[in-house]
């Protein structure tokens, strides 16, 4: 960024067309950075000014640990642990199912598939991660609902199960096209070593591959909790979004995104900001699973 | 609050955006609106007519469940009279019907009857009614409930059908989203404010139907004009819900949307246009696509 604004200053006027060009270019380049770090701190900004209000006027501890959401009552509580804690087993119900699936279709894509199987596989994943979540949501609705109502004789399937469900599979694309392109990178020697050595394929992929494609495998796992933390409207339609505490796999519950969403288009005063101040919420989780993310590709840096 | 009155602001003024460029495009509209000396007796008869020469703003206020209908009604009235700017400040009955009483709002708006002791200072004019269906799986064996039945259902004191009359299973609550008007309007008749145990809260009338179409225990709530055929309607203590039954006041789940006014100023001329245009046969449709009764055919 400063090269390019030192060397605007420096050359004030372009003599011939080519230097122009590369002028006009220079700038756009930098207005194009430019707007990407504006819109961050815009929005960092903007979440922290219109979010902090209603934590000061609610109180940081009834906020954040109040057990009780009622939003538009006489008497208005909110406190959202109920979202926390869903968004958090939401998420973490998401990685424990699709982290090992994701994992083993990664090993499977890199390492055992023959050419022509792993290139529909690819494919089929590629596909997977541009379908619309409201796709899912649909489906999920129609499909997987009914289903876990009926699997497990319940009244009805709108709750914490089929969120996690669903999330698991929208997060299988970020984990297996990340940790494929980890295993990939693993240096041939390694596994032709273990081979060597006598060891089967299937204990060279498990004890050789994986451990070397660690940071990768991780960082692939840190991006779809992102992405399953960070997900509203498919989550939406199959949670039930009752503002329940998450203390069953059944229970109708809100997650952090779904209580912004699903309340915004009527809300006002107080519960407006208080709608921010969960987005705030939100962002400081989303923030703070970036950091651990940042970590993650570091220490592998540092391991090759 | 200041930022739902500026969406709305921006609404208006997209709608008299829109407005002005369909009367650029008709051509003589505007030319012959000149002719309209008394604004106001025209308001009343003229949409679709001529455009007026009203300007200025009308500030309303209110019952955030009208929100629909005031939306549809500002979108036409500026269509008629595209110098006036409506104004819409979601903040509930209750604060509608004081900002009529001490004139800081042109139009109070609640959504629930005026009381007696209110009466006193405001009149009331009732532009629509609004007709929420209770609606049950096709499924299902039952056709009618008391208002106490629904009352005992949504507070999860009664948790079978087969207490009400249906098979064996358990009643699965579908509702609106705290803040939506449909769910305050159900729950405020019904009298189970802020005590429903829901088990899905959703967050458009369309996605109720197609919940309670989906699960055979399911029981929901809805804007009577949202209700097709996909889903059945129960009838309350013995009456369907319909427009018919909703204005004749015999289905007990309605509830009046109200313009109020200060009984002792007159109206802005804008202001009594806007009246006349809501209580006009004109704005039926309107009404009606905003999912409310019309009472003026």
């Given at each position: 960024m400063k090269n390019t604004t030192s060397s605007l200053r420096r050359v004030r006027l372009p003599r011939t067309p080519a230097d122009w060009l590369e002028a006009v270019m220079n700038f756009i380049f930098f207005l194009c950075g430019m707007l990407a770090v504006c819109c961050v701190v815009l929005i960092s900004v903007y979440m922290v000014v219109s979010g902090v209000p209603a934590i000061h006027k609610i109180g940081i501890f009834k906020f954040l640990f109040g057990t009780k959401w009622a939003s538009t009552a006489a008497e208005p509580l909110f406190g959202i642990l109920p979202f926390i804690l869903s968004s958090i087993y939401g998420t973490l119900g998401a990685t424990i199912l699709g982290v090992p699936i994701g994992l083993l279709t990664a090993v499977f894509l890199s390492k055992a598939a023959d050419p022509k199987l792993r290139t529909v596989v690819v494919t089929a994943i590629e596909l997977l991660s541009g379908i619309p979540s409201v796709v899912f949501g649909l489906l999920g609705m129609q499909v997987l609902v009914p289903a876990v109502a009926k699997a497990f004789g319940k009244?009805?399937?709108?709750c914490l199960l089929s969120a996690i469900v669903v999330l698991s599979i929208m997060i299988l694309p970020s984990i297996v096209s990340v940790s494929v392109t980890a295993l990939n990178a693993v240096p041939p020697e390694y596994e032709q070593g273990s081979l060597a050595l006598g060891a089967t394929d299937t204990e060279t992929w498990f004890k050789i591959s994986i451990p070397a494609a660690k940071s990768g495998i991780a960082a692939g796992v840190v991006l779809g909790i992102g992405r399953a933390i960070g997900e509203a409207m498919a989550v939406m339609m199959v949670a039930g979004n009752s503002p329940n505490m998450p203390d069953s796999l059944f229970r109708s519950v809100t997650l952090l995104t779904t209580a912004i969403a699903k309340e915004m288009s009527y809300a006002g005063g107080l519960q407006r900001q208080a709608l921010f101040s969960i987005a705030l919420v939100l962002f400081v989780f989303i923030m703070l699973i970036n950091v651990v993310l940042n970590v993650v590709l570091k220490g592998g840096n540092r391991d090759e | 609050m200041k930022k739902i009155s500026r969406r709305s602001f921006l609404t208006v003024c997209g709608a008299a955006a829109a407005a002005a460029a369909l009367t650029a495009c008709g051509g003589s509209a505007s030319s012959a609106s000149s002719t309209a000396a008394s604004a106001s007796a025209t308001a009343s008869s003229a949409a679709g007519q001529a455009a007026g020469t009203l300007s200025g703003n009308v500030a309303t206020g209110g019952s955030t469940s009208m929100k629909n209908v005031i939306a549809a009604l500002t979108e036409g009235f500026a269509e008629v009279e595209p110098g006036v700017t409506v104004s819409y400040d979601p903040t509930g009955s209750g604060a509608g019907i004081t900002g009529a009483t001490d004139k800081t709002l042109d139009i109070g708006l609640s959504s629930r009857a005026l009381k007696d002791d209110e009466k006193n200072d405001v009149d009331g004019t009732v532009v629509a009614l609004d007709g929420i269906a209770i609606i049950v799986n096709?499924?299902?064996?039952?056709?009618d409930l008391t208002v106490e039945q629904l009352k005992k259902m949504f507070t999860g004191e009664i948790t079978n059908w087969k207490e009400v009359g249906g098979d064996d299973g358990e009643i699965v609550l579908v509702g609106r989203e705290a803040g939506s008007g449909t769910r305050d309007g159900f729950e405020s008749i019904v009298d189970v404010k802020d005590s429903c145990k829901y088990a899905q809260e959703l967050t458009a009338t369309g996605a109720v139907i197609s919940a309670v179409e989906a699960n055979p225990l399911a029981i929901g709530y809805a804007s009577l004009s949202a209700v097709g055929d996909t889903v059945a309607m129960v009838t309350v203590e013995g009456v369907e819900c319909s427009e018919d039954t909703v204005k004749d006041g015999t289905y007990k789940i309605q509830r009046p949307f109200v313009f109020v006014t200060n009984k002792s100023a007159a109206l802005s001329e804008q202001a009594q246009a806007f009246v006349d245009f809501a209580t006009s046969k004109d704005a039926a449709d309107l009404i009606r696509t905003a999912g409310a009764v019309p009472v003026n055919e």
């Open positions: 009244a009805s399937g709108a | 096709k499924d299902s064996k039952v056709a």
